[in-house]
T-cell receptor, first 115, second 114 residues
Framework: NAGVTQTPKFRILKIGQSMTLQCTQD?????MYWYRQDPGMGLKLIYY???????DKGEVPNGYNVSRSTTEDFPLRLELAAPSQTSVYFC??????????????FGQGTRLTVV | AQSVTQLGSHVSVSEGALVLLRCNYS??????LFWYVQYPNQGLQLLLK??????LVKGINGFEAEFKKSETSFHLTKPSAHMSDAAEYFC????????????FGTGTKLQVIP
């Protein structure tokens, strides 16, 4: 059971480049999330999805886009990379039904540097 | 709005000593509260969660936390620190149990001194 898998683990981008961070889960979870983690700042929610075809903005969505065409996959797109997007990105998933939620399972993270 | 405050970005304890990591929350409605642990270069792992059942919650690796409404606190404790407990710990709060509304604290790095 792989859980939540993120790729790549590390990436260096030049300013203005684009890239997609991949996230897939094999637990049939309906909820998926993208967070960014900056030193001393905790975790900030970028986008989340409550099911295939449904996405919504989190706390810090500017500069990012997401899609959820399948239950398993939730890619995060950076269109025009900026130095402010240098961060560690975490994908997570959980199963939510009838006001009951499982624990959130996190991927190993993607460390992104924009230069 | 909901929020959590973790007191102390770095905490050092001796091996075998009590671990106490502090978390205070703010929520206009009864909260769900969580503690996560993050080991170096890894994702976050749930230690324990409070969802309005017992106020003393036991988690993995010997950790526990007590929900105190009067103090709006949810401090994490472990009676005896082990070297393997060295990690970063995050407190988090949610209003509905849905993780899209989870707000994380800024984290506390625990150092265990041999």
């Amino acid at each position: 059971n792989a859980g939540v898998t993120q790729t790549p683990k590390f990436r260096i981008l030049k300013i203005g480049q684009s890239m997609t961070l991949q996230c897939t889960q094999d637990m049939n979870h309906n909820y998926m999330y993208w967070y960014r983690q900056d030193p001393g700042m905790g975790l900030k929610l970028i986008y989340y999805s409550v099911g295939a075809g449904i996405t919504d903005k989190g706390e810090v969505p500017n500069g990012y886009n997401v899609s959820r065409s399948t239950t398993e996959d939730f890619p995060l797109r950076l269109e025009l990379a900026a130095p402010s997007q240098t961060s560690v990105y975490f994908c997570a998933s959980s199963y939510f039904k009838d006001r009951v939620n499982t624990e959130a399972f996190f991927g190993q993270g993607t460390r992104l540097t924009v230069v | 709005a909901q929020s959590v405050t973790q007191l102390g970005s770095h905490v050092s304890v001796s091996e075998g000593a009590l671990v106490l990591l502090r978390c205070n929350y703010s929520s206009s409605v009864p909260p769900y509260l969580f503690w996560y642990v993050q080991y170096p270069n890894q994702g976050l792992q749930l230690l324990l969660k409070y969802t309005s059942a017992a106020t003393l919650v036991k988690g993995i690796n010997g950790f526990e936390a007590e929900f105190k409404k009067s103090e709006t606190s949810f401090h994490l404790t472990k009676p005896s620190a082990h070297m393997s407990d060295a990690a970063e710990y995050f407190c988090a709060v949610s209003r509905s149990g849905g993780y899209q509304k989870v707000t994380f604290g800024t984290g506390t790095k625990l150092q265990v001194i041999p």
